[in-house]
């Protein structure tokens, strides 16, 4: 399989993504609206091959351009002829015809596909679970469900945005369901009775043993297939609640112990980030007889401070708090502890639901890989909607027709065999050079810079192009991440230290 160049989201920076698009209404031919959706989605592929046969936009005078409602111009034309001349032609596999490579199971509870939404406010009512298992989510976590009395703080959400103007980081400082148990559960049987084969999983939080127990149990008769044991919430901090649950391992084998009394479905318990090592809550929560394991919950955080007034975000009537992170920005986290519990042999046979900056296909695909059995979103649903959907799926498996593989299950784990806990077991005597492609270079310089200043200065700077002096480099590949251009790549000859 070729790795191929993606069309970078920086190109069609200025698409707002919109509701009915008005691009697509005027387009008599196809849908660039979803088009520029399947791109912004790391999913050019499928985009490129759910286009009309041909050039569709070949002697158009692009009325798509016309409509569009951006301030400034998106080159749609431009990039739905890159769709159809450069993606296209590489695609190595037609568009597969159904879906079933998808489906999976959590505990032996076959869903699908892996894609579930998290708890938090994208699953917290009847109609909107019904419209994200509308859209083909194969199931949700639903807002965790507690007989505290809530009055969330308004504003609650502040972000971190990335160069080009989008949300990468977000914090929030909601906290449970604001609806009382009994109406959680008639959503509940009506969701069940509508929509049978949709995966319905009941987040739950309690105070006490008792209260653990009951509300399993409410959430098992009223229909749910599954339970989450929230103990990783940073926003409740009342004793015994919240993200301090999860630093607590007796706490967590108390409680799951408690859920699991009268339970027969399996039992997931949602770990904290907000730990140096996830283990001691994991295998409390297996000997408390969890069936399975989900991760990340939200990593407490201070986003920024209003430089005005000293107080930082988001500050409601002049104060504010600690509150939980979520969003692409803490993925790497997530990754770190989902492949800590996929490499833990003590947790061998849990299944492992996991979470934190999922926003594409490839995203979730990372999670597979090193070990989550399911996935679930929040933040990326909050920025684009329950239509991400259409992407996960899409580009899954696309992905996996592409690799010939009949089943999402076949990458479950696959990339736990090479990640250590450790850089010590790496080999450290041989260098792997970068390779610079000159006719991409635009000659900007930016890897001199970085490697003179962050670096080992091994690239000079000769007639507008990068020239790499092999006896200084290291092979830290830092121009490789920095050009712009992706003109430097990782190259093929890994030598030994002595001989450089
Ligand atoms: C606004 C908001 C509300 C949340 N509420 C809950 C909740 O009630 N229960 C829970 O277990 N997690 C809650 N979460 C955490 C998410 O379920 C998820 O673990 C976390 O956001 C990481 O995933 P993401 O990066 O896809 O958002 C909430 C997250 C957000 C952003």
Redesign the pocket.
């Known amino acids: 399989m070729v790795i191929k160049d993606s069309i970078p989201r920086l190109e069609m920076i200025s698409c707002v993504l919109c509701k009915d698009a008005p691009c697509s209404q005027a387009c008599p031919k196809m849908d660039p609206a979803e088009a520029l959706f399947g791109i912004w989605m790391d999913d050019q592929d499928v985009a490129a091959l759910r286009l009309p046969e041909g050039n569709p936009c070949a002697d158009c005078d692009a009325p798509c351009e016309k409509a569009c409602i951006s301030t400034d111009k998106v080159n749609i034309k431009n990039l739905m002829t890159r769709l159809v001349d450069v993606i296209r032609p590489e695609s190595e596999v037609p568009l597969p015809e159904t879906e079933d490579r998808l489906r999976c199971d959590i505990c032996g509870i076959p869903i699908e596909n892996p894609f579930l939404l998290?708890?938090?406010?994208v699953a917290s009512s009847y109609d909107m679970c019904a419209r994200a298992f509308e859209e083909g989510w194969a199931g949700v976590c639903y807002?965790?469900i507690c007989n505290f009395d809530i009055h969330e703080a308004s504003p609650r959400y502040s972000a971190i945005k990335g160069d080009n103007g989008t949300i990468v980081g977000?914090k929030?400082i909601?906290q449970?369901s604001d609806h009382s148990v009994a109406e959680n559960m008639e959503i509940f049987r009506k969701l069940k009775a509508k929509y049978p084969n949709k995966f319905i999983l009941a987040?739950i939080m309690g105070q006490s043993e008792e209260e653990w127990t009951t509300l399993a149990e409410e959430c098992e008769k009223n229909g749910a297939d599954a339970i989450e044991l929230?103990f990783?919430?940073p926003n409740m901090e009342e004793e015994g609640l919240g993200s301090d649950i999860g630093q607590v391992p007796e706490l967590v084998e108390k409680f799951t112990r408690a859920a699991k009394k009268h339970t027969t479905i399996p039992v997931l318990a949602?770990l904290t980030p907000n730990v140096d090592v996830m283990k001691h809550a994991a295998e409390a929560a297996f000997r408390g007889g969890a069936d399975g394991l989900a991760a990340?919950?939200?990593i407490k955080s201070i986003t920024g401070v209003n430089l005005y007034t000293g107080v930082s975000y988001p500050a409601v009537k002049g104060s504010s708090a600690v509150g939980?992170y979520?969003?692409n920005a803490?993925k790497p986290i997530a990754l770190r502890f989902i492949t800590e519990l996929g490499m833990n042999p003590k947790l061998k046979g849990m299944h492992i639901s996991g979470?934190?900056?999922?926003e594409t296909w490839k995203d979730a695909a990372e999670f597979l890989f090193l070990g989550s059995g399911s996935i679930?979103?929040?933040?990326?649903v909050?920025k684009y909607g329950y239509r991400i959907i259409h992407e996960l799926k899409a580009g899954l498996n696309y992905y996996l027709a592409q690799m010939g593989l009949d089943s999402v299950k076949d990458i479950i784990g696959a990339g736990l065999h090479s990640v250590s806990e450790s850089t010590n077991v790496l080999d450290r005597n041989t260098v792997l050079f970068p390779k610079f492609d000159q006719e991409r270079c635009i000659g900007c310089g930016r890897c001199v810079i970085s490697c003179s200043d962050g670096g080992h200065q091994a690239i000079s700077f000769e007639n507008r192009k990068p020239k790499l002096d092999g006896s200084r480099c290291v092979g830290c590949h830092l121009c490789v991440l920095i050009c712009p251009q992706n003109a430097i790549r990782p190259g093929n000859k890994r030598i030994k230290k002595q001989e450089h």
């Open positions: 998290s708890s938090s406010v807002k965790t977000f929030n909601e449970l987040s929230n990783s919430c949602k990340i919950n939200t939980g979520s969003g803490v979470m934190g900056g999922i679930q979103v929040t933040t990326a909050m």
